[in-house]
């Protein structure tokens, strides 16, 4: 299929999401998101909790062979069976032969899905349930998950009210989710009292003690674990913990990031085979003997142990799960798991599973989906850098990959090696383009946005005619600063380093000439060296050594200036988000805490030379301002500052709680991805609808995607409170 | 063991939609009688100077617990913190009588609320070097929200109710 038709069948395959799933997606995992905000906020020991599991799980994958030995005896001592399936057809058989034509009932496993153990286990004439109602509903309708913890979520209760009264015809049509709950509880109730085999999956597994950690807030698990005397619990090996003791604050964190909620209903600990007796409906005794119980335990290694020797997949195995990075991520809100997930798992960590179990063919059919907003970050219990998995696996399918337009884009270093995608080169490499573009500006920009170019970029590299593509300033903010005679101020408090990202330098030259003023008024000395982009362009395409590159140079570029104790100031998020996050992977140690250290975003740095005694009432005041965060300036907590800056030189400020305005970086210039990326802006829309006053925005990207769904102007915050008659 | 951690356990545990009542063991009858919606099963109590003379079945057989509206059993922890009540896996068949009915009656004793899910986490250590090595820690009715809205009662029971016996 050629690169056209690929997109345009993406694009369609997004509509049709977004018409159908993207509303019940939205409002389910929004709702999850919110609660899940507040319940941390609330739990004082969340970070506290999220260092320790994170540790455990550490442990835990470090020790794998062990574990997996040491419960494979403690199972066989307790008097069950263990097998250590290789890959998904193995688990897949052994499952079939334990359970032959007999009746069983599930409680909601994801790696049973994984290994598609229904399919198989119906083959040979096994009567299976899904007693977990959201997995009893896509049984029902023949459809597959589209988020890990609520399979079903796509679906609203009416459509699931048609689907049970089409499908069980009841004497009363069901209607209120009461109904159909009742109806479900009833209908799957039979199916477990009259079961052979119940089969669970297992959160955690104590390897000490064959203990299992099951989490439910049905009851189904504990119902299908111990009504039927035969109990077959399937799990990937990277499910063990070396003890109950290692499980708290798994307990803790779990279902505060899955649903929101401090606590689930029931979490239910389980070392088969268990005392409680058995429950034979048939024959009607009283409670019998525990004596005649059976257990089977197999576990699943199917890319697992192999994913735990790759540096960048390792950190996968450390999920627990619970789908906190889907709730928080702007694009999973909007059409769900079916586009934003492979054959099994979905959502930000998916890229990692689907890479590991499946491979790399199937984790690049969504992986485009993250764009790197870093939203989910703080949101993972377990503190996985989901981006960075994302972006490392985006790196190994552009080395896998060969494309047709390479002569198109130049210049990329040292990834243009290999064939990349001639899309990803020109975003990758936007720090040439607008070198070009402001050197031949305003030509460039007519003809950048004359009708044949649009068409032209869109035909061969898929940047959607709709958008308007920047206008570059002939004279580059550099080029001011130089011609002024740089920074002279009388008794400077500071000196600082202003970073000219490339759309400050070559775009929105407004805004840094703002910044320049701004600091020096507040009695901060500046200069403006010449730096390189600093990579994050090439990072979001995935091209990581092109980006290390560009990090090494803005290192050495930079270094004399840290030397000088010079403080360095950025307008940009995304890219005070590399110096502070991202360079942890692209430089040495050392390098990078020096950076970190000494950078600060705009806001921050002014709020800072504020509260240490600048003068505020040389800044421009006023009365409203509507303000959108940035993503990656949200997650490292930076919103705060430019929100107090404001208040205190008198604003009222309205913040945008989305999570991303949806245009994050290049992704909303795709042709395949502008329908959603204007659905999620339209949710930053309606939020500003009624403010009154002006727009700002701190991220570039932001202000292009406000501009073009509300056109009217949007500055950044330092252009608002910029001295005016300086 | 204070009463505030008593309340701590009852703020939590209304917190989830369970409703709690203080009883001493001598008045643990009446309190039990109040609470129960017949028909009733129930697993034993050891709890030491109580005896049950109510209508609850014991040993019942399996369709007298999906037939019965309440099933009664002991607790053999609460923690504060959440309002959550450990349920052991006995042969006693707690585990079926505390989830199958629509009203599970639990009954904890007030020396053994602990403050903290890490407390909860040691105790289960001990329980399962003592070989008691099975328990669910549940925390409210069964809820679910796969329908659409959130409903209580699915799988396990729609309505829970702690007797908490404060001399014991």
């Not at chain 1, 390189?532 to 980006?547: D, M, N, W």
């Not at chain 2, 028909?39 to 037939?67: H, K, N, W, Y």
């Amino acid at each position: 299929m050629s690169d056209v038709e690929t997109r345009r069948r993406t694009a369609e395959q997004i509509r049709t999401l977004l018409e159908t799933e993207g509303e019940s997606v939205q409002k389910n995992t929004s709702h999850f998101n919110r609660q899940q905000y507040e319940v941390t906020e609330n739990f004082d020991q969340y970070e506290e909790a999220r260092t320790r599991a994170r540790a455990i799980k550490e442990d835990a994958i470090e020790h794998l062979p062990e574990l997996i030995e040491q419960v494979e005896d403690a199972v066989t001592a307790n008097g069950g069976s263990v097998y250590i399936a290789e890959d998904a057809a193995d688990a897949r058989e052994h499952v079939a032969d334990l359970v032959g034509d007999a009746t069983v009932v599930k409680s909601k496993s994801m790696t049973t899905e994984e290994i598609e153990l229904n399919e198989r286990l119906s083959q040979n004439g096994a009567d299976v349930w899904e007693t977990d109602l959201g997995e009893f509903v896509l049984q029902v309708a023949d459809e597959t998950p589209s988020h890990i913890v609520g399979p079903s979520l796509h679906k609203s209760r009416d459509e699931i009210a048609q689907l049970f009264n089409t499908r069980f015809d009841p004497e009363e049509p069901l209607q209120t989710a009461e109904e159909l709950t009742d109806f479900a509880r009833e209908y799957l109730g039979e199916r477990i009292c009259e079961a052979d085999i119940g089969i669970t999956g297992a959160n955690f597994i104590a390897a000490d003690s064959g203990t299992l950690a099951l989490v439910t807030n049905e009851g189904n698990a504990r119902k299908s674990a111990v009504t039927p005397d035969t109990h077959v619990a399937v799990a990937g090996v990277e499910k063990l913990v070396p003890s109950v003791g290692d499980l708290e604050p798994f307990f803790e964190l779990i279902s505060k990031a899955a649903t929101g909620q401090d606590i689930p209903q029931y979490l239910t600990l389980l070392t088969p085979p268990v005392g409680t007796p058995t429950l034979d409906f048939e024959t009607n005794d009283t409670l019998e003997s525990s004596n005649d119980r059976a257990f089977h335990l197999v576990l699943i290694d199917n890319g697992r142990l192999s994913m735990r020797d790759d540096p960048e997949l390792k950190e996968t195995l450390y999920c627990i799960r619970c789908g906190a990075c889907s709730n928080s991520c702007a694009n999973f809100q909007h059409v769900g798991g079916h586009a934003f997930g492979g054959e099994t798992y979905s959502g930000g960590i998916a890229t990692g599973w689907e890479a590991g179990v499946e491979g790399l063919d199937t984790a690049a059919e969504f992986n485009d989906l993250c764009t790197g907003c870093s939203r989910c970050v703080n949101n993972c219990p377990v503190k996985i850098d989901i981006p960075w998995i994302n972006t490392a696996v985006r790196d190994r399918i552009n080395q896998a990959g060969d494309d047709q337009f390479d002569w198109l884009v130049e210049g990329l270093t040292p990834d243009e090696e290999g064939s990349i995608d001639a899309r990803k080169r020109l975003f990758g490499n936007f720090e040439m383009l607008a070198k070009i573009g402001s050197a031949t500006a305003p030509v460039s920009n007519w003809l950048m946005n004359a009708r044949p170019t649009k068409a032209l970029l869109e035909r061969t590299l898929g940047v959607d005619r709709r958008r308007s593509l920047p206008s570059f300033e002939r004279e580059t903010l550099r080029d001011w600063f130089d011609a002024r005679g740089g920074s002279d101020i009388a008794d400077p408090r500071r000196e600082a380093v202003l970073y000219p990202d490339v759309y400050t330098n070559y775009v929105h030259t407004d805004r840094g000439k703002a910044a320049v003023r701004t600091l020096e008024s507040l009695g901060v000395v500046v200069h403006i060296p010449a730096v390189s982009e600093s990579g994050r362009a090439p990072l979001s395409q995935g091209l990581i050594s092109t980006a290390r590159a560009r990090a090494t140079s803005v290192a050495d570029t930079l270094d004399s200036h840290l030397d000088q104790g010079r403080d360095v100031v950025v307008i940009e998020p995304s890219d005070f988000a590399m110096f502070q996050r991202d360079y942890e992977r692209l430089l040495p140690a050392k390098e990078h805490e020096r950076l970190r250290e000494q950078s600060y975003e705009m806001l921050e740095y002014v709020y800072g030379l504020l509260a240490n005694g600048a003068d505020k009432d040389v800044l421009s005041r006023g009365e409203h301002i509507a303000y959108h965060s940035h993503c990656q300036q949200r997650t490292l907590g930076l919103e705060t500052y430019t929100e107090a800056v404001f208040e205190d030189l008198g604003y009222e400020v309205v913040t945008s709680d989305v999570e991303c305005c949806g245009m994050a970086g290049s992704f909303g210039y795709k042709q395949e991805y502008y329908d959603l990326s204007v659905d999620i802006g339209d949710d930053l829309r309606s939020e500003f609808t009624d403010v009154d006053g002006p727009i700002v925005a701190s991220g570039t990207s932001c202000l292009e995607q406000l501009e073009s769904l509300m056109s009217p102007r949007v500055q950044h915050p330092i252009e608002i409170i910029a001295p005016d008659n300086y | 063991m204070t009463s505030d951690r008593i309340e701590d356990f009852e703020r939590s545990a209304h917190a989830h939609e369970t409703s709690t009542v203080r009883t001493v063991a001598d008045e643990f009858e009446q309190a039990l009688s109040a609470a129960v919606v017949p028909p009733a099963v129930g697993a034993s109590f050891p709890l030491d100077g109580i005896s049950v003379s109510m209508d609850i079945t014991t040993e019942p057989s399996p369709e007298q617990i999906r037939e019965a509206q309440t099933g009664v059993t002991p607790a053999g922890l609460g923690i504060a913190e959440y309002g959550t009540i450990a349920i052991q896996s006995r042969t006693a068949g707690d585990e079926p009588i505390s989830l199958y009915p629509e009203r599970h009656v639990a009954v904890l004793c007030a020396s053994d609320i602990v403050p903290r899910m890490s407390d909860a986490v040691e105790w289960l250590e001990t329980e399962i070097d003592a070989g008691h090595d099975s328990v669910v820690f549940a925390t409210g009715p069964s809820a679910t929200g796969d329908m659409g809205a959130l409903v209580r009662g699915v799988h396990g029971p729609k309505e829970v109710h702690i007797i908490v016996v404060t001399d014991r």
